[in-house]
């Protein structure tokens, strides 16, 4: 389990989901895997970051999203 990588402190980074022991958010590795970067040109660009915490990352926001609660409203057909 991955669970142990990934850290929230209000100290560090306003409480943000980080890759523990740095100041590299879950956010930062989301957006620049969306943005069409690789996971090599992450870990180069961020020499304190490994694989095994951008596997971490990615799991974080599964669960945080498997987590919410979904709540359907209605739209009537336009």
Request: glycine share 6%; aromatic share 4%.
């Amino acid at each position: 389990m991955t669970d142990s990588l990934i850290q929230i402190d209000p100290k560090v980074m306003m409480g943000k989901a980080v890759i523990a022991g740095t100041r590299i958010t879950v956010e930062l590795i989301l957006e620049k895997l969306a943005a069409g970067e690789t996971a090599e040109q992450l870990l180069k660009a961020h020499p304190r970051l490994t694989e095994a915490g951008i596997r971490a990352a990615l799991e974080f926001a599964a669960k945080s999203l498997g987590a919410e609660i979904i709540y359907p409203t209605y739209r009537p057909a336009v």
